[in-house]
Nanobody
């Protein structure tokens, strides 16, 4: 499974941004993680392909929305009310297991896309 993440950019606090993840094949779940240099990768959101059940980290709940387009094999991360602490490299990942929040459960990863939020 190949994944291609895109949509990152330089934003200001309060802005909105949508990240996209193009998947070469449909798996059981797709997750978004983010990582700041020198820190561990952090779970952001995940979605199950079939039922569309979603999962969010507490830090983004209410601000970020994960969604999928089954016809296009695309997963999106709509990020609203961005904060400087959202600055990170964002990665999309895929798994043939049910959605989980641990990055070890995702064997497939795309390249990251940088999101920078200034105050």
């Amino acid at each position: 499974v190949q994944l291609q993440a895109s949509g990152g950019g330089l934003m200001q606090a309060g802005d909105s941004l949508r990240l996209s993840c193009a998947a070469s094949a449909r798996t059981l779940s797709v997750g978004w993680f983010r990582q700041v240099s020198g820190k561990e990768r952090e779970f952001v959101a995940a979605i199950g392909w079939s039922l569309g059940r979603t999962y969010y980290a507490d830090s983004v709940k209410g601000r970020f929305t994960i969604s999928r387009d089954n016809a296009k094999n695309m997963v999106y991360l709509q990020m609203n009310s961005l904060r400087p602490e959202d600055t990170a490299v964002y990665y999309c990942s895929a798994s043939y297991e049910i959605p989980i929040t641990n990055d070890r459960g995702y064997p497939y990863w795309g390249q990251g896309t940088q999101v920078t939020v200034s105050s």
